[in-house]
């Protein structure tokens, strides 16, 4: 059986090729989430980063006084996340190992979510609603569907760049289905950089993989979500707090019951 994509697409370079990604991003995501919803209503419970790859959000929540614990698969990611100062997990995310109630809120960040297929990702939200404590909440920062449908409407997009030692290149499609946004990625190391490129595990051979995610509509989302207890409370469709349907992203929140 193939190795899952997700194995091979979270190494060492990932940060790299987002070094865009960074803490001043990171802050700004951070400083709308309680514009949505409550990380944490005082009871003290954890704050979960699901998929939390470098920890660029952990030490932002530690320092706003959130008991932040960052979970990932990735070996790499997680040596990186280290230095963060947050207790860090490997695990799966379709399994958590997460006691139920334990979590004031879950944070899936930068489309952190829609790996695993239709079946796979309500997995995920089942195991997310039960490590959420009653009221608590599931943030879900996921690509705007609508909106990546229509820029490969009309076939796939490519664009190389070159990000720190590597030279990448990148082809966006949609899947058979229109379904899928796939990511055909090939690393390769620049000219007088080979062990630069080395260190973060592209050779001279380079390394070639596809990234894909599910593109859901709010509605299968809610759907997704209403499956595990989850009710949508507030969105956004960027960082900035501009209407879903107005930005780039969409940043949804969703609560566990009601506490009584």
Do not use: N
């Amino acid at each position: 059986m193939a190795e899952p994509w997700y194995r091979a697409a979270f190494g060492a370079f990932y940060p790299v090729l987002y070094a865009h990604r960074d803490q001043a991003e990171a802050q700004r995501c951070l400083e709308l989430l309680p514009r949505l919803a409550s990380l944490d209503d005082g009871r003290g419970l954890a704050v979960l980063d699901l998929g939390c790859g470098d920890g660029r959000h952990l030490a932002p929540l530690r320092a706003a006084g959130y008991t932040a614990i960052g979970l990932d698969l990735s070996w790499p990611l997680l040596m990186a996340a280290r230095g963060q100062g947050a207790p860090l997990v490997r695990a799966d995310m379709s399994r958590l190992p997460v006691r139920e109630g334990a979590c004031g809120a879950v944070l899936s960040l930068f489309t952190a979510f829609g790996y695993f297929g239709r079946d796979g990702d309500a997995e995920v939200v089942g195991g997310i609603a039960r490590a959420l404590a009653p009221g608590g909440h599931w943030f879900l920062d996921y690509l705007d569907a609508g909106r990546v449908m229509g820029e490969l409407a009309d076939g796939p997009l490519e664009r190389t760049r070159v990000a720190g030692p590597l030279v990448v290149t990148e082809v966006r499609r949609l899947d058979v289905e229109g379904r899928r946004v796939v990511k055909a990625v090939t690393l390769a190391p620049v000219a007088a950089h080979e062990e630069a490129a080395a260190s973060l595990g592209v050779t001279a051979d380079g390394l070639r993989y596809e990234e894909s995610v599910a593109l859901y509509t709010l509605d299968e989302l809610d759907t997704m979500a209403a499956g595990g207890g989850l009710r949508r409370v507030a969105s956004a469709g960027d960082y900035d707090g501009v209407p879903v349907g107005q930005g780039s992203r969409w940043l949804l929140a969703y609560r566990k019951g009601t506490l009584t």
